[in-house]
């Protein structure tokens, strides 16, 4: 799948402890695009905050991001036994577009399919961008964040992997497949739906175990 990448920026962004939310995008970008976005069901009743859309070499929109919960901040190797990040309770849900392999806007070129495996390398990426090493110089921690990107692939690239169990969760009231790991750093798990859309999420803090997705009816109601 070839979309504009924040991983970069989100974790430059991440260097000095910010929070990665302060990265988060307008509504504007929500509403270009042209398939359904998701969050968590009504059942989820903390705050809902927008993150970032990503968009097709063509500048359509592909895929976006919503959180749920506390906004991250980064976790650290150093850090990752403290009470503070023992409190943090986060969930993030990735909407990534159905797309079948087609011909850019200006037809020069093909654009990639999207596949479940696009949305849980999007939301294993995303877990990386809120873990990171702070005890790191700068040289090491983009060899780092390059490291881990090309794991989160490679997991992602293989979901019927040991690294992998299912998982069944609501989505929109129906019980549907989810693939499901678990690291130190949290959970990533990876789903399609009927809306035309496949959905990945992420989170630490809270448990995957009782989440449900709905379709989110007005998204201009998140500006």
């Known amino acids: ?22 990265d ?23 705050p809902r905050w927008l993150m970032q859309v990503g968009t097709a ?3 359509a929109v ?6 749920h919960g506390d906004e991250p901040s980064i976790r650290s190797e150093g850090t990752s036994g ?5 409190k943090e309770r986060f969930a993030v849900v990735v909407t990534v577009a159905a797309n079948p392999v087609r011909r850019s806007a200006d037809g020069t070129g093909l654009l990639e399919a999207t596949s479940v495996s696009s949305a849980a390398w999007l939301a294993g990426v995303g877990l990386l961008s809120v873990t990171w090493p702070g005890q790191m110089d700068h040289t090491l921690r983009d060899d780092w964040v390059d490291q881990q990107t090309e794991a989160a692939w490679v997991l992602a ?16 009231g129906v019980p549907s497949t989810f693939h499901y790991r678990e690291s130190e750093f ?11 859309v ?22 201009g109601a998140y500006a």
């Open 1 to 22: 799948m070839e979309t504009t990448s924040r991983v970069g920026a989100e974790a430059s962004d991440a260097e000095d402890g910010q929070q990665v939310p302060s």
């Open 24 to 46: 988060r995008r307008t509504v504007d970008g929500y509403l270009l695009a042209p398939f359904p976005w998701y969050g968590l069901d009504e059942a989820f009743t903390g």
């Open 57 to 59: 070499a063509d500048g």
């Open 62 to 67: 592909e895929h976006g991001s919503i959180g």
């Open 82 to 86: 403290s009470a503070k990040d023992a």
């Open 157 to 172: 690239d293989d979901l019927t992997g040991s690294d992998w169990s299912t998982l069944a969760l609501p989505v929109d």
């Open 186 to 196: 949290g959970w990533v798990l990876a789903g399609s739906t009927q809306q035309g």
């Open 198 to 219: 496949h959905l990945g999420a992420y989170g630490r803090g809270m448990s995957a175990y009782g989440l449900g997705f709905a379709l989110i009816k007005d998204i």
